[in-house]
């Protein structure tokens, strides 16, 4: 008969460790505010964005802000691909790309050369500066 009191025993205190466990987590969810976002310049997910209600143009992967009187200029490969967007403003210009390469892979240092060669050729500079999210590739034409 002991065997089976003992079993009880294991049986009512799994049921409080749960119930211990239960209202624990359930302390610690009402306690924690939700985070704010940890880029307050972006770049953010859709449901992210702020709602400053500034004009941007939608470019699939990217929204980029666009002030008045900047003209937009869509870039397109002799395929017809779409490759780069380009904002001008004034004497400035903005050129907009989107990569996708996976993110173990350390294709960037490589691509990163490749468009700074390029930039160099066509008579521009480009140099290598440590950003928030790593390294950045600072250009000028």
């Known amino acids: 008969m002991s065997v ?5 025993n294991q049986d ?15 302390a610690v969810e009402a306690e924690s505010p939700a985070p704010e976002p940890s880029r307050p310049l972006g770049p953010w997910d859709e ?3 702020p709602d400053d209600e500034l004009n941007r ?10 002030p008045p009187s900047t003209e937009v200029r869509v870039d397109v490969s002799p395929e017809g691909e779409v490759v780069a967007a380009t904002l001008v403003q004034g004497t400035s210009a903005m050129q907009v790309n989107a990569f996708a390469a996976p993110r173990r892979s350390g294709i960037w240092d490589e691509v990163r050369g490749e468009i700074a060669a390029a930039l160099r050729e066509s008579g521009g500079s480009a140099t290598d500066a440590e950003g928030p999210y790593g390294t950045e590739l600072h250009a000028s034409v």
């Not at 089976?4 to 009880?8: G, L, M």
């Not at 143009?57 to 666009?66: A, E, N, S």
């Open 4 to 8: 089976f009191r003992r079993r009880k």
């Open 12 to 26: 009512a205190d799994e049921t409080e460790v749960a119930a211990v466990v239960e209202e624990a987590a359930a």
């Open 47 to 49: 449901a992210d964005a």
């Open 57 to 66: 143009i939608d470019l699939g992967g990217l929204r980029v802000p666009v």
